[in-house]
């Protein structure tokens, strides 16, 4: 069953719930604000629930991927974070820098549950959770959006995000200001004649950002 608050949709045209919608950032041009909205609300929803505030740390798995840029951004910029370290593959660890990590692990060469340092937060967006509960400092908190298929072992918890205009409304003077913005595959835009073909190249697992 197709539910409008989580699924998305190809289509030209479709009818939407006015509480869904906010208005576009004029800064950002048509593609860039259509790629933000389940990101962003996933990015933040998730930080918010784990608790992430002013002066804690933070580990993001997958921080070059759509929701990962956005972590990382969001929790400098909205969040506060003093130390956000993510990880990618070697030839994205200097986009990881530039969005504002402190720390850009190489996944490729190290194991980060390995590290010493360990983080009040672990924001999971590639399915890593066992190796997450190694990575976090006792009584912080885990965050997956990969849905697991067993119980997840504390204190991971899994987040869905529902769309609402509030988190998009209060997220704008951010996107206005240029503190946080899009990152955008440089393969795109996809015609929509090649759908398959953007969901193919999503499932490698290889895109940087968003698709559009």
């Known amino acids: 069953m197709f539910h409008a608050k989580k699924d998305g949709t ?12 906010a208005l576009k950032p004029k800064k950002l041009r048509f593609g860039e604000a259509a790629s933000l909205p389940v990101v962003i609300q996933t990015a933040y929803g ?9 002066g804690k740390s933070l580990l993001v798995l997958g921080g070059a991927g759509g929701v990962g840029t956005l972590i990382i951004q969001l929790a ?7 130390r956000v370290a993510a990880t990618s593959s070697t030839g994205k660890l200097e986009l990881l820098k530039s969005l504002g990590a402190d720390l850009a692990i190489d996944y490729t060469k190290v194991n980060f549950e390995d590290l010493p340092e360990k ?7 590639v399915g890593e959770i066992e ?3 190694k990575a976090v400092k006792p009584g912080g908190s885990i965050v997956t959006i990969v849905k697991q298929n067993k119980t997840l072992p504390p ?3 899994f987040f869905a995000v529902t769309s609402n205009r509030s988190t998009l409304e209060k997220l704008k003077p951010f996107l206005e200001s240029g503190k ?8 795109s835009p996809f015609p929509f004649s090649q759908a398959i073909e953007a969901f193919s ?7 940087t950002g968003k698709l559009k």
Not at 180 to 187: S, T
């Open 119 to 125: 983080f009040d937060v672990v924001y999971d967006t």
């Open 10 to 21: 190809l289509a030209e045209y479709a009818a939407v719930e006015e509480s869904f919608l």
């Open 155 to 157: 204190p991971a918890f």
């Open 76 to 82: 400098k910029e909205v969040f506060g974070a003093s």
């Open 131 to 133: 190796r997450a509960a």
């Open 46 to 54: 998730g930080l918010e629930r784990a608790g992430l505030s002013h």
């Open 180 to 187: 946080v913005k899009p990152v955008i595959d440089p393969k």
């Open 201 to 207: 190249y999503l499932q490698t697992r290889r895109a």
